[in-house]
T-cell receptor, first 114, second 112 residues
Framework: GAVVSQHPSWVICKSGTSVKIECRSL??????MFWYRQFPKQSLMLMAT?????????EQGVEKDKFLINHASLTLSTLTVTSAHPEDSSFYIC??????????FGSGTRLTVV | KNQVEQSPQSLIILEGKNCTLQ??????????LRWYKQDTGRGPVSLTI?????NTKSNGRYTATLDADTKQSSLHITASQLSDSASYIC???????????FGKGTTLSVSS
């Protein structure tokens, strides 16, 4: 159990366009979802925390208008990178969970902005 | 300040050998400690999770230990295989269901 599906697994987009990444909990309801980014050989860095039905909480230094997070249901959260630039190229990972079940990570999305 | 430190940063071993990875943390209040395996370009996959009262947890060839008094954990891999080559991340949860503090990981390379 506790499977998190993340799509797409990789995406290449042109500079200035927007990209949406989906994170779904397949067999459980996730009251809380987290979005991370990871640069090569670096640890995961938390970007934001989203709770179903409320606004996401962004970590310091993360632009909320650039990284739009929507957690409209207990099984789906989306991260939209708006007006993407090459410096946004990174590995984005979501995790989902509830307080007593812990956390499960998605398989990640490799974003390349050209 | 809540921190998780892992050592070594990287490790190379021969196939079939055992190895032990270390994790020291300064996280309070402590909820649980997890070890994850992350293959290159993939999301982390949970290996073990331990709460304050648990000091050993096994998952196949992986055995994690926890000393809550000294705030240290180790991950022991037995009879390593080429597929064990990955980054191993120690993650400590501070307070139930909230903040996760990540270590920087240990990159393990298993060679034949």
């Amino acid at each position: 159990g506790a499977v998190v599906s993340q799509h797409p697994s990789w995406v290449i987009c042109k500079s200035g366009t927007s990209v949406k990444i989906e994170c779904r909990s397949l067999d459980f309801q996730a009251t809380t979802m987290f979005w991370y980014r990871q640069f090569p050989k670096q640890s995961l860095m938390l970007m934001a925390t989203s709770n179903e039905g409320s606004k996401a909480t962004y970590e310091q230094g993360v632009e909320k208008d650039k990284f739009l997070i929507n957690h409209a249901s207990l099984t789906l959260s989306t991260l939209t990178v708006t007006s993407a630039h090459p410096e946004d190229s990174s590995f984005y990972i979501c995790s989902a969970g509830t307080g007593n079940k812990g956390y499960t990570f998605g398989s990640g999305t490799r974003l390349t902005v050209v | 300040k809540n921190q998780v430190e892992q050592s070594p940063q990287s490790l190379i071993i021969l196939e079939g050998k055992n190895c032990t990875l270390q994790c020291n943390y300064t996280v309070s209040p402590f909820s649980n400690l997890r070890w994850y395996k992350q293959d290159t370009g993939r999301g982390p996959v949970s290996l073990t999770i331990m709460t304050f009262s648990e000091n050993t947890k096994s998952n196949g060839r992986y055995t994690a230990t926890l000393d809550a008094d000294t705030k240290q954990s180790s991950l022991h891999i037995t009879a390593s295989q080429l597929s064990d080559s990955a980054s191993y991340i120690c993650v400590v949860s501070a307070e139930a269901g909230t903040a996760l503090i990540f270590g920087k990981g240990t990159t393990l390379s298993v060679s034949s």
